[in-house]
């Protein structure tokens, strides 16, 4: 029997809005709703040739537009939590039109989940929380040390906030095993967890030549090209990737390319006489693609703190493009561990700068070995990253 599905994804990322699709593709009315202020790389957020009727995509705006991430002040943070509040209410309504019978929401800050969570309530629809990072810990640790005793205070309150949201789902999905030991303590039942490991839509990520149309443009085709692309935030140490382009510098064909926004990127903007340190804003999704090919090693950072709590979402589109990774990741984290597991790269530890330079280095002296972990990735990516399967494990949860 087919059903009317809504998926919320406040980032915006590409498999969500891939998930959605290939429901609507099996006979469910599904609606798909993004954030279009949120300032994250982004996927096919629009209607495609060959989509269904029955598929929609809302982009939910902020009257004010977007707020840079990160709780500088104790008055961005209030600004932030209030546009974060509009958010929720926005999609609250959409909810109210739209009826469905099921609501799968992720990557939403909580001062708006608990607004949707209720939403659907009223609906009475089924809420299932696609539980992609435990916001309330990564943000506790952050106002604890931005904050001081206020920040230790408003950390208890958004702990309290999201176990009450995660015990009012019907079902959660976790995209990792390592969130249900810490989900047990909280009082969570192990018959609503159900663990969906994230991917990448490996139908968009088609194999690319380095010389392409985006690597001309960019004067990048004769160049070794250690690339990041993606959020560059509070998580993530953009410091790793100016030391990299300091100790390639007096290499003229050697080029550290980032393509972000926010915080990380203006740090990096102001490292003065990094020439082969180029900065590039997000590119169109559509260009993602020869972006990734234009790399010969694809890199990818995360804070030592992070640990199991945050699976950055780059590392799986990264396996799609048939290049070797290059990781500042803690080794518990599902990210490195599958890049460990598959030898698709090489990893060190976040706090290991040296040892980061180092592994950039032996891989950009060794086009063998560059060819020989890229493969491996992209074996992998076939084989994990099937949208049937996964679409048949979402399917199967939203019917419960």
């Not at 699709?21 to 300032?39: D, E, I, K, P």
């Not at 990448?200 to 088609?206: C, Q």
């Not at 985006?214 to 004769?222: G, K, R, Y």
């Not at 890199?299 to 990781?327: I, N, W």
């Amino acid at each position: 029997m087919s059903m009317r599905i809504l998926v919320h994804d406040y980032a915006g990322h590409p498999f969500q809005v891939q998930l959605a699709r290939a429901l609507a593709h099996r006979g469910h009315t599904v609606q798909h709703l993004f954030s279009s202020t949120n300032q994250t790389p982004q996927g096919q957020l629009s209607r495609l040739p060959g989509d269904p009727d029955s598929f929609s995509v809302v982009g939910v705006a902020m009257d004010k537009g977007a707020l840079e991430k990160g709780a500088r002040s104790l008055r961005v943070l209030l600004e932030r939590r209030r546009r974060e509040i509009e958010h929720g209410t926005k999609v609250a309504r959409a909810i109210d039109a739209f009826r469905p019978d099921v609501v799968l929401s992720a990557n939403t800050p909580l001062d708006a989940e608990q607004l949707i969570l209720a939403a659907a309530r009223r609906q009475d629809a089924r809420f299932v929380k696609w539980l992609q990072d435990l916001i309330s810990v990564a943000a506790s640790r952050i106002l604890r040390q931005k904050l001081l005793g206020l920040g230790a205070l408003v950390g208890s309150y958004y702990l309290r906030m999201e176990r009450r949201i995660l015990k009012a789902s019907d079902d959660i999905v976790l995209i990792t095993e390592d969130f249900r030991s810490i989900l047990r303590d909280w009082g969570l039942p192990d018959h609503r967890l159900h663990t969906v490991e994230n991917w990448a839509p490996l139908s968009d990520m088609p194999e690319r030549p380095k010389d392409n149309a985006w690597a001309q443009a960019h004067d990048l085709v004769d160049k070794r090209v250690i690339l990041y692309t993606g959020t560059l935030g509070l998580k993530h140490n953009p410091e790793l990737l100016s030391q990299l382009a300091e100790h390639f510098l007096d290499e003229h064909d050697v080029r550290v390319v980032v393509c972000t926004a926010g915080a990380g990127g203006e740090w990096l903007a102001a490292q003065n006489g990094l020439d082969n340190l180029i900065l590039l804003p997000f590119q169109p999704f559509e260009d993602l693609p020869d972006v990734l090919a234009t790399a010969d090693v694809l890199t990818a950072v995360l804070e030592p703190d992070a640990g199991v709590f945050s699976v950055p979402s780059k590392v799986l589109t990264y396996l799609c493009a048939a290049r070797p990774l290059l990781l500042a990741i803690p080794p518990e984290n599902l990210a490195a561990r599958i890049v460990k597991r598959e030898h698709a790269g090489l990893a060190t530890t976040p706090d290991d700068a040296l040892g980061f330079v180092a592994r950039a280095e032996r891989l950009l002296r060794d086009p063998v070995l560059r060819t020989k972990l890229g493969a491996n990735a992209r074996a992998y990516a076939e084989t994990a990253f099937d949208i049937g399967a996964i679409s048949d494990h979402f399917e199967a949860i939203l019917r419960a």
